[in-house]
């Protein structure tokens, strides 16, 4: 079946602007999840979906970032007033219930000039 | 503080040897440790998975090692070929925090025909 994809798969934007980053998971899949990884890091937590529990969203760097999951499947992630430290791949996996594999995305690369 | 490190960012080895990757923790107490594949442009995809309780998985020509004490993992992969190529990211879960995944910063694997 189809895996994690995410959209746009880049993104140029100007410091100051508002993007938006979609993912769309595994169909089935309860949780998810949003990490950032920049240019020579490993991957930065953000956000964690579970079904209908409110989310985990202690990885979250600032509120400027926010995201959302409507009806337990696609979600969004926005991040207002870009700043040049956004600029990174922002990927998104899904894992089903009661499971330890996430499935990635490709990511989204963000790039703020 | 809590870190997770790799060895070195980048292995070169011929074809046909044996590839040794390190993954050291500190100040975590993960249930299992996982290992990813991730290629450029892409996200990691999953390889092995190994518990706590267990001391050494094989799939195909990799071999995983987990020993809890010295807070250590070591992911080879045997009779190496150049399409083995990719970095390698190891991931461990923390039974104290529950959602979370930690990433280390990767391998990059070069192998030399």
């Known amino acids: 079946g189809a895996g994690v994809s995410q959209s746009p798969s880049n993104k140029v934007t100007e410091k100051g602007k508002d993007v938006e980053l979609r993912c769309d998971p595994i169909?089935?899949?309860?949780?998810l999840y949003w990490y950032r990884q920049s240019l020579g890091q490993g991957l930065e937590f953000l956000i964690y979906f579970q079904g209908n529990s409110a989310p985990d969203k202690s990885g979250l760097p600032s509120d400027r970032f926010s995201a959302e999951r409507t009806g337990g499947s696609v979600s969004t992630l926005t991040i207002q007033r870009t700043q040049q430290e956004d600029s990174a791949v922002y990927l998104c996996a899904s894992m089903s219930f009661g499971g330890d594999t996430q499935y990635f995305g490709p990511g989204t690369r963000l790039t703020v000039l | 503080s809590q870190k997770i490190e790799q060895n070195s960012e980048a292995l070169n080895i011929q074809e046909g040897k044996t590839a040794t990757l390190t993954c050291n923790y500190t100040?975590?107490?993960?249930?299992?440790l996982q290992w990813y594949r991730q290629d450029p442009g892409r996200g990691p995809v999953f390889l092995l998975l190994?518990?706590?309780?267990?001391k050494e998985k094989r799939k195909e020509r990799l071999k995983v090692t987990f020993d809890t004490t010295l807070k250590q993992s070591l992911f080879h992969i045997t009779a190496s070929q150049p399409a083995d190529s990719a970095t390698y990211l190891c991931a461990l879960d923390n039974r104290n925090t529950g959602n979370q995944f930690y990433f280390g910063t990767g391998t990059s694997l070069t192998v030399i025909p």
């Open positions: 100040n975590y107490s993960p249930a299992y």
């Open positions: 190994i518990r706590e309780n267990e």
């Open positions: 169909s089935g899949h309860t949780a």
